[in-house]
């Protein structure tokens, strides 16, 4: 598609969603209408604090989606766990190769596949206001949930460290005083589904409340293990229990105090890896493909457990407010899978399903883990043309990784007495301020400075009969990012902006060691800088919001993991530079008293340039036998450009020169529409929910099996809403889609699927 075709193509999705949605005859008649007969038909102000201030979300600089209220509580009907956000927004993505835990973030294009336990992701992670660092924080279920926003682009200013794709910032409801009310919601799904949610909000005393939120989502186990005496006969169930409980003190006008405790315990499956699922030459299921049987030796079980606590303070003085935030999170995680998908192996008959080059069966733990954060921010807060932020920030983090493996082909599954150990202590230091300045009645600007300092000490250890290691690595690098920004409004619903900003990542470590000779590797510090130019609009006397979005980045030392392609391990690798460009689209419009329409989309264009870097593909290539261009027995067809034998060897790499960027679709789009009308005493609703994303490579190198396929799913919900109850039915992935979405490349054709339909029921009852 050539560049000229591309702005045509995205033009015209604008002008379609937006003509579409209002018809000329319906803008006219609305244009005729008296003032005080459209009001009731306008949108709600959407309150946002991307910038660390209550601002609306019109007037912030920046491309911002904002969910709440129904719209989550559709999408989390069925038990779904934060993967749900995936394509709920313009340009992000959220995949997981753990299942329930471990998920992976991705904004325009940028993420990070690494399935270690001390992964970093340039997506930030805030739920509230505390950064969630480790992947195993980052999947805390989504309930009383205020608001979620997305801000995409380099967030290096105000929430610093670590962010320079974006940040996804969740902000849970606040206890109220003076006040009793809460809800519970019950609801009962396929597959035994039971989810049960609720919230008791008491006031204590004329300045305290207290607000307890409790969620519990399970499900039995719905696919069989087909071989006999298997070591672990069902799979994919779980129980998965979370509660928050808030405590909120406010004396006076001058002085509050939130106090956070919250907590979950999950038990349930790993991901599934399913050998030899995928067609060769292509990214088609089998056509023997059943999703309620698989065939394993192996062993499958994870549950995770974290806690943690908050203090938020604020004092409002004089000219300013001082907030002081403190965070501690701790997280114990086990997960055990049977990697290589199947039973047996090509040395241990009988074996299957199809080629099983060599046993894999393994577990990662997270023994000990600990973070803690203190920020110290002060704000003006006076009404006067110049508005400014000044903080410090803290971090600490100490973590233990430990890698096992278990002999599948042994009575009982036994452990391996060898095994890896990482361990790492990271400690961040943070000194920012930004400014905003109106410089007239229609034009303001904006701008921020953020320094950093990180200290990482790594060592990794592999034991055997003996220990090998301590092999350490250490770092420590400084970075100065920042933005700056210029709103005009145009008219009273018209507000253009353009925004450059940067971003920073720190130096990351890895020492998954399979053998006394392996080593760490380790990746620089990455850098991104952005440019952002958009409009945000009220449209036909705010019945509808339009924000149009488009950017174009530049990473140089951008963090990428490779896959060793033999065993089951990462290499970290910098690429000298990625560059990303693409447009966004955001509408929300009420079609009048009845119909409620959303709609959101994104192209996004990846690309490496680093004509050096290569990555082994089709990893159980020197294991089956092959030529350059002829796949093994189990390997994978390579495709595109750059593909060669190494010289003196049997292995095929492929250099990484113009490749896209893993898991990385270029098209998304996202649409809901809510119908309502009154019966009775009551409301009858039913709203509909949509995703779509364009197809993407699964690793680094292009090959035609670990090509994504593109993907629709969609939800439906249906309910009736009276006095203070609701009831509703529900269906996700109502088509049942079901294709490979993820896969591992270093033993045989094994893919992982998506989640097939969920149905059920919930009732609500509110006070």
Avoid at 182 to 202: K, P, R
Avoid at 214 to 241: C, W
Avoid at 430 to 444: E, I, L, P
Wanted: charged fraction near 20%.
């Amino acid at each position: 598609m050539t560049n000229l075709t591309r702005r045509f193509a995205t033009r015209s999705l604008i002008a379609i969603a937006v003509a579409g949605a209002f018809p000329l005859h319906a803008a006219v008649a609305q244009q005729a209408q008296p003032a005080q007969e459209t009001a009731s038909g306008q949108l709600e102000t959407v309150i946002v604090t991307a910038q660390r201030r209550s601002e609306n979300i019109k007037d912030v600089p920046m491309a911002i989606t904002a969910l709440k209220g129904e719209k989550l509580e559709t999408l989390t009907a069925g038990g779904q766990d934060i993967r749900l956000l995936s394509g709920r927004a313009p340009s992000l993505v959220v995949e997981s190769d753990y299942g329930r835990s471990f998920p992976r973030f991705y904004i325009r294009g940028q993420g990070n596949t690494d399935f270690d336990l001390n992964a970093s992701q340039p997506v930030g992670l805030v739920v509230d206001d505390i950064v969630q660092e480790s992947p195993m924080l980052k999947g805390f279920p989504i309930f009383d949930v205020d608001q979620v926003e997305v801000l995409r682009g380099p967030q290096g200013t105000l929430f610093g460290r670590n962010s320079p794709a974006g940040v996804i910032k969740f902000d849970s409801a606040k206890p109220v005083i003076g006040k009793t009310e809460g809800y519970f919601s019950l609801g009962f799904g396929n597959d035994t589904a039971i989810n049960f949610e609720s919230v008791y909000n008491l006031p204590l005393s004329e300045t305290m409340a207290a607000r307890l939120s409790v969620q519990s989502q399970n499900r039995d186990d719905r696919v069989t293990n087909t071989r006999p005496n298997a070591f672990t006969k069902e799979f994919e169930g779980y129980n998965d229990n979370a509660g928050r409980l808030q405590l909120l003190y406010k004396p006076h006008s001058q002085f509050s105090a939130l106090f956070n405790v919250h907590a979950r315990d999950m038990k349930g499956s790993a991901m599934l890896f399913r050998a030899n699922i995928l067609k060769q030459g292509t990214n088609d299921l089998v056509d023997n493909f059943d999703y309620d049987s698989y065939s394993t030796d192996g062993g499958n079980e994870q549950w995770l457990k974290s806690k943690g606590a908050s203090a938020r303070l604020r004092w409002d003085l004089d000219g300013m407010t001082v907030h002081s935030i403190t965070g501690y999170e701790t997280a114990d995680f086990y997960s055990r899978g049977d990697v290589d998908g199947g039973y047996g192996a090509a040395y241990a008959q009988p074996s299957g399903p199809g080629l099983i080059p060599f046993v894999v069966e393994t577990a990662d733990l997270l023994p000990d883990h600990g973070q803690f954060t203190q920020e110290v921010r002060v704000e003006s807060n006076n009404k006067g043309p110049l508005q400014w932020i000044a903080g410090l920030f803290y971090f600490d983090e100490n973590i233990q990784i430990d890698s096992i493996g278990f002999d599948s082909l042994a009575p009982g599954n036994p452990q391996y007495a060898n095994f890896s150990r990482q361990t790492q202590d990271s400690k961040a230091y943070a000194v920012f301020g930004s400014v905003n300045y109106t410089v007239t009645d229609r034009f303001k600007m904006r701008g921020g400075l953020r320094y950093t300092k990180d200290k990482k000490d790594f060592a990794a250890f592999r034991i055997e009969d003996i220990t090998y290691g301590p092999f350490p690595l250490s770092s420590s690098t400084s970075n100065v990012s920042g933005d700056l920004s210029g709103t005009y409004e145009l008219d009273q619903d018209t507000n253009l902006y353009a925004r450059v900003s940067t971003g920073y990542r720190a130096p990351s470590f890895q020492g998954r060691l399979f053998g006394p000779n392996d080593r760490p590797s380790d990746a620089d510090a990455e850098k991104a800088v952005s440019f952002e130019a958009g409009i945000k609009k009220d449209l036909f006397n705010r019945r509808a919001r339009l924000a149009i979005s488009a950017f174009k980045y530049t990473v140089n030392d951008k963090q990428l993991t490779a896959g060793s392609g033999t065993i089951n391990m990462n290499e970290l690798v910098n690429a000298d530079k990625v560059t990303g460009q693409g447009v966004e689209i955001d509408l929300q419009a009420n079609l009048g008293d009845a119909w409620r329409l959303t709609v959101g989309g994104s192209y996004n264009d990846t690309e490496i340039k680093d004509a050096r870097l290569f990555v082994q593909t089709c990893g159980n290539f020197a294991n089956t036998g092959g030529t350059a261009t002829t796949p093994a027995a189990a390997g994978c067809t390579v495709t595109g450009s750059g593909n060669q034998i190494l010289p003196g060897s049997n292995t095929r790499v492929q250099y990484l020169n113009g490749n896209p960027l893993p898991r990385a679709p270029e098209w998304q789009g996202n649409f809901t529409l809510r119908y309502r009308m009154d019966i009775g005493n009551g409301e009858a609703y039913a709203l509909t929910d949509w995703a779509y994303r364009s197809s993407y490579n699964m690793f680094l190198y292009q090959a035609a099996e670990y090509k994504a396929k593109s993907l629709l799913e969609g939800g439906l919900r249906v309910g009736y809403k009276w006095d203070n109850y609701e009831v509703a039915a529900y269906a996700r992935n109502i088509t049942n889609e079901i294709q490979s979405v993820a896969a591992i490349d270093f033993n045989n054709l094994t893919g992982m699927v998506n989640e097939p339909r969920s149905y059920g029921v919930q009732l609500k009852a509110s006070f």
